[in-house]
């Protein structure tokens, strides 16, 4: 019987699995069958491949036509198998030779017409045909600025199912991607727009240079949100490694730029306090998708007005804090999603939230209920907390010239630096990676250095999380001091950024 045998990939969250589309020929009546747990979308792509082929100038086969995708207990999602099951009809019914196609894998979905269309996930398809030993690809010719970030592979584009039909006969030639232009960094605010807050300032550099995490609390005008957005133009440009991990997240959401696909500033992402628990953590029907906080993967998570967020939202957050990855599971399957960012939590510190806190009229217990949204798990996996003060004056005479980012910026890149070369062997990037254990074993510091947090696990002012979280900032204000190891002082330093927000 005529066999014809394609690539193609499927995607699991941002991780492929290479796809065998095999379609077999003739033995009973016309017909077209599709196997292997396809869902509605793909199911639907018979009748999309049928016309695709019939108006590309190519008789349909009038037997019966049954297509496999291998391995058969994997949930096959979208649409994106259309090319990869149209040739391998053609194959099977000898339009077109099989030469090209062996280490070749496909992408695309088909139009009615025979137009190759854009598909989500491309990116880390590509980057799993690669890891499975594939040789080239063949992807729709709009996708091929996103294509031209995957070395290591020959990517080839096509506009029409006719032109992939004739680039496997020898008749011509696909387009190829041409070399991406690195784009200029993205403007980012300034810190010397920031008046005052000398604390705040200072909690905000040690946040970037150790990947903490940082509650503001303040009355409203007082420069939070203003202090948040400044907080990406103080981290290193992301590394080769990390910006794939970034951009194939975004490939999958389909939110990837044409004009500069391959992201190299850490993202940051800042959700209305309307945000869903599945548009935070992720969902969907069948395969759930990437939510907010796998789009600020390796970048900055800011929940302005943390207060006014749902309590469930805020409480969705507290694996992922300490794991960095974010598990869904949908009836389609599970799905794990890479999820290290750095969060900010900005809010008032009661409902009325006036500018001086002499007027609030608020009760003791609206205060209590409005601040325990931020419950205490969830603050306890928070490292660095700030209590900001009301601007006073606005003068530079008042509050002298403040540093620009830049000049911040340098002592952050150097601290993380030094982190990096401590850590390196483990594979930990900064001192917020570093698990408990190692900082108490490998890394264990002289008991004199340790006192403080020794004495306030004892009286239960701290959790061992806590003491984790204070000896990780420790480390952090170390690399910013340049000393080889912590001492009191940082500990002490450390144990304050605990309490200094506290309501």
């Known amino acids: 019987m005529p066999m014809g045998n394609t690539w193609s990939v499927a995607l699991i969250g941002i991780d492929g699995r290479l796809i065998e589309v095999e379609a077999d020929l003739g033995g009973g009546m016309p017909g077209m069958k599709l196997v292997g747990l396809p869902d509605a979308g793909l199911r639907e792509a018979k009748d999309r491949v049928r016309s695709a082929v019939r108006n590309s100038g190519q008789p349909w086969p009038g037997e019966k036509l049954t297509l496999g995708l291998s391995p058969a207990n994997l949930p096959k999602l979208g649409s994106g198998y259309d090319l990869a099951i149209a040739i391998a009809?053609?194959?099977?019914?000898?339009?077109v030779p099989?030469?090209?196609?062996?280490?070749?894998?496909?992408?695309?979905?088909?139009?009615?017409?025979?137009?190759?269309?854009?598909?989500?996930?491309?990116?880390?398809?590509?980057?799993?045909?690669?890891?499975?030993?594939m040789k080239r690809a063949v992807v729709p010719?709009?996708?091929?600025?996103?294509?031209?970030?995957?070395?290591?592979?020959?990517?080839?584009?096509?506009?029409?199912?006719?032109?992939?039909?004739?680039?496997l006969q020898g008749e011509n030639v696909l387009s190829e991607p041409e070399p991406s232009a690195s784009s200029p960094p993205d403007d980012v605010?300034?810190?010397?727009?920031?008046?005052?807050?000398?604390?705040a300032r200072w909690a905000l550099e040690v946040a970037a240079a150790g990947g903490h995490h940082l509650l503001l609390t303040g009355p409203p005008g007082v420069g939070k949100t203003m202090l948040a957005k400044r907080l990406p133009g103080l981290l290193p440009v992301l590394s080769p490694e990390e910006s794939l991990e970034v951009t194939a997240v975004r490939s999958v959401h389909g939110s990837l730029s044409r004009a500069?696909?391959?992201?190299?500033?850490?993202?940051?992402?800042?959700?209305?306090?309307?945000?869903?628990?599945?548009?935070?953590?992720?969902?969907?029907?069948?395969?759930?998708?990437?939510?907010?906080?796998?789009?600020?993967?390796?970048?900055?998570?800011?929940?302005?007005?943390?207060?006014e967020?749902?309590?469930?939202?805020?409480?969705?957050?507290?694996?992922?804090?300490?794991?960095?990855?974010?598990?869904?599971?949908?009836?389609?399957?599970?799905?794990?999603?890479?999820?290290?960012?750095?969060?900010?939590?900005?809010?008032?510190?009661?409902?009325?939230?006036?500018?001086?806190?002499?007027?609030?009229t608020c009760t003791p217990w609206a205060r209590r209920r409005y601040l325990a949204r931020l419950s205490g798990p969830l603050l306890d996996r928070v490292d660095i907390r700030v209590k900001m003060r009301p601007i006073t004056a606005m003068t530079t005479h008042e509050h002298g010239t403040t540093e620009a980012t830049e000049v911040v910026r340098k002592r952050v890149i150097g601290a993380r630096e030094r982190a990096a070369a401590r850590w390196a062997e483990h594979g930990w990037r900064t001192n917020a990676e570093v698990p408990g254990p190692a900082l108490r074993r490998e890394f264990a510091l002289p008991l004199k250095t340790t006192a403080l947090v020794d004495r306030s696990l004892e009286r239960g002012f701290l959790t061992a999380r806590g003491a984790d979280r204070c000896l990780r900032i420790a480390w952090t204000l170390a690399d910013l001091a340049k000393a080889s190891r912590p001492e009191p002082d940082h500990v002490a330093a450390a144990l304050e950024f605990r309490d200094r927000g506290a309501a």
């Open 89 to 95: 009809v053609l194959v099977a019914a000898e339009r």
């Open 98 to 133: 099989s030469a090209r196609l062996m280490g070749t894998v496909l992408f695309g979905e088909l139009s009615l017409d025979g137009r190759i269309r854009e598909v989500r996930g491309l990116l880390p398809g590509l980057l799993a045909a690669r890891k499975a030993g």
């Open 141 to 167: 010719a709009h996708s091929l600025f996103e294509a031209a970030l995957v070395d290591g592979l020959d990517v080839f584009g096509a506009t029409r199912l006719q032109d992939v039909i004739a680039w």
């Open 189 to 199: 605010p300034d810190l010397a727009d920031v008046v005052g807050q000398p604390e």
């Open 260 to 307: 500069s696909p391959l992201i190299k500033i850490p993202p940051f992402v800042a959700p209305h306090h309307s945000a869903s628990v599945a548009a935070l953590i992720g969902g969907g029907s069948g395969m759930a998708s990437p939510g907010l906080i796998s789009q600020a993967h390796r970048g900055i998570l800011l929940l302005d007005e943390a207060c």
């Open 309 to 360: 967020f749902n309590t469930a939202v805020l409480e969705s957050l507290r694996t992922a804090l300490e794991e960095g990855e974010v598990r869904i599971a949908r009836s389609k399957g599970s799905v794990c999603y890479p999820a290290r960012f750095q969060l900010v939590l900005a809010t008032n510190p009661c409902p009325c939230a006036p500018p001086r806190e002499s007027d609030c």
